[in-house]
């Protein structure tokens, strides 16, 4: 067994990982439930990477912004037996591949690019809890009240508390949480040197019009229009996601890559996420998507 000390030694890489909306378990509860599917991934996927495994719990770290914006926790507990299935039944059943490839998710999908597009019919097609849920995300996006300076500033303590020049540094934002990743590595991109090795976005809204629209950088000189301080990005989007609206987002992000600010732009839009929690299958969870073969051999690259 490797000591403490002889680990941070050897390790090579750190982790941040940023969460999207709504309260989240705390954080002992929550680091101990994403490093287990994290774990899964790579024993099943990336077994010879034992340097890797070994170091990972020590490299982790979490970004608890939500608790400052909403008060409260989840209850693991809710998530408990979604992710024993999960880990039980890593690879989606047939009938679970059925409903996420079903017609009407792909006309809801539609839907929802319409109402992206135009927002007033965005409203119409939104459930009560996805217009909650929009809300929120506009607080974060129109910095209603200071949240999305305060929320950048944390992430920004904590990214310069991990990062090291003798180690690699890894970002991991899901859902909104890539989108103030984003953000912050773009305001930190002007404002020092601290850089990141690896930016990996699962279930990001980073390609909709409403986030493009509120971005970092969206309407400065080209020079300024994206972060500068990200070597390479892989992004992660699940089928039948609503949240990742639009999965590709090379589309919107591509010319970082053409004009030498990435060293490389991988994309993965062809993957299943089968978590089921207590509302039912969700595409959108984050245990779901730190299981997958693609998560894997992207943080171990």
Known sequence: MFSPTIATKLR???????????????????????????EFGLQRYCAEKTAF????????????????????HRDIGLDEAGIEALLAQPVPSDR???????PARWLIRAAHRVGDR???????????????????ARNYLRDRNGVGTKTRAGLTK???EAWSEERELIVVGHSLGSVIAYDTLWEMSHASNLHVAHFITIGSPLGTR??????KGAGEPAQREYPAN???WTNIAARGELTALYPRLREFYGEMLETGLLKSFEEHTDVYNHFV??????????????????????LTR
């Open 118 to 136: 135009i927002p007033v019919l965005g409203r119409a097609f939104a459930s009560d809890r996805q217009r909650m849920m929009l809300s929120e």
């Open 210 to 215: 409403f986030v493009r629209k509120f971005v």
């Open 277 to 298: 929690g207590a509302r039912g299958l969700n595409v959108h969870s984050e245990y779901g998507y730190l299981i997958l073969r693609e998560f894997a051999e992207a």
């Open 158 to 160: 904590l990214l310069f």
């Open 53 to 72: 495994r070994k170091n990972l719990a020590e490299a982790f770290r979490i970004y608890s912004w939500t608790h400052d914006v909403y008060g409260e």
């Open 230 to 232: 990200i070597q390479r």
């Open 12 to 38: 090579t890489f750190d982790i941040v990982f940023v969460p999207g909306l709504r309260p989240k378990p705390e954080d002992f509860v929550f680091e101990a439930a994403l490093l287990r599917c994290i």
């Open 96 to 102: 679970q591949r059925a409903v996420i490839d079903a």
